[in-house]
């Protein structure tokens, strides 16, 4: 009797087991279902910002304390059209800033950024790169200056824009090697460069070229081979975005590569260098 109670008992406490099981594990799928819910609801629009001072990927309207055009911008339409929620491309102030506004999650999207380790931290890449660009040294014309590898930049004095980056790899050699002013604008790093005051500047070579014409200094500075390095630009997406969800990431790739392969972003890229050499005439 004894014997039969107790396997009566424990079947009574195994039924209690598994229904209480039961019941938390449709909780966890209603919370799941409800989280995912909302994250889908509350996904209706994005906001992109970038460096502002990098025609002819990105550069601040004329006109417009706000808005910013060129390439990346026309890029972000094409990905807004295909994904069907509007990109709202906003200048929020020089590059250090607009990665900030991305890293606390006021706003969504880089468009356009290279890849470092540190920015995984507060945003997500999203692959493949749309497009690709050349960092090079610039330096003063008709002065000697001895450079063909990284290495030959350590005597010297430079000078670039704050949080920029230029791939992983020379990023983390330049911290330990070389010697770099950091400024707030590519305009005053190109004076300071015009003026003496450093040996050269590291930029990138298409927006460097737009400055150096505009600020008229392209017969005074000129960029020289080889470049320091060729990285992609990719999109990136705040990790404290509403949005950002492996599902959503995974159609953002999937649209990034279409706008690659059927050659969308080219021809972005072709299109912001009229446009450039247009309004800064």
């Not at 026309?74 to 607009?98: F, K, N």
């Not at 350590?154 to 950091?182: H, K, M, R, W």
């Not at 005074?220 to 599902?247: D, K």
Request: proline residues 5%.
């Amino acid at each position: 009797m004894i014997f039969r109670v107790a396997g009566w008992f424990q079947r009574l406490v195994m039924m209690c087991l598994l229904g209480t099981l039961a019941s938390v594990q449709a909780e966890q799928v209603q919370s799941d279902t409800t989280t995912v819910g909302a994250s889908e609801h509350s996904c209706t629009r994005l906001t992109a910002t970038g460096n502002p001072e990098y025609p002819p990927y990105l550069w601040q309207e004329p006109g417009s304390r706000r808005g910013l055009i060129g390439a990346n911008k026309t890029i972000m339409q094409a990905l807004s059209e295909r994904l069907g929620i509007p990109i709202e491309v906003i200048y929020t102030g020089p590059w250090s800033r607009a990665q900030e506004e991305v890293r606390v999650g006021r706003i969504d999207l880089i468009a356009g950024a290279f890849f470092t380790l540190p920015r995984t931290a507060y945003m997500d890449y999203i692959e493949p790169a749309f497009l690709t660009t050349r960092s090079v040294v610039w330096k003063r014309s008709l002065v000697a200056f001895e450079y063909s590898e990284w290495a030959d930049l350590i005597p010297y004095e430079g000078a670039t824009v704050i949080n920029n980056s230029f791939g992983q790899s020379f990023d983390e050699f330049a911290s330990v090697n070389l010697s770099i002013d950091n400024v707030t604008s590519l305009p005053q790093a190109f004076r300071m460069l015009a003026q003496g005051r450093v040996d050269y500047v590291l930029y990138e070579e298409y927006p460097g070229l737009a400055y150096a014409a505009e600020l008229d200094l392209d017969f005074v500075i000129e960029q020289i081979e080889p470049p320091v390095s060729s990285e992609g630009l990719f999109l990136t997406i705040s990790r404290r975005s509403p949005c950002n969800t492996e599902a959503f990431r995974a159609e953002l790739a999937r649209i990034m590569a279409e706008l690659v392969e059927d050659g969308t972003a080219q021809r972005a890229l072709n299109e912001g260098l009229e446009t450039w050499s247009l309004t800064s005439q």
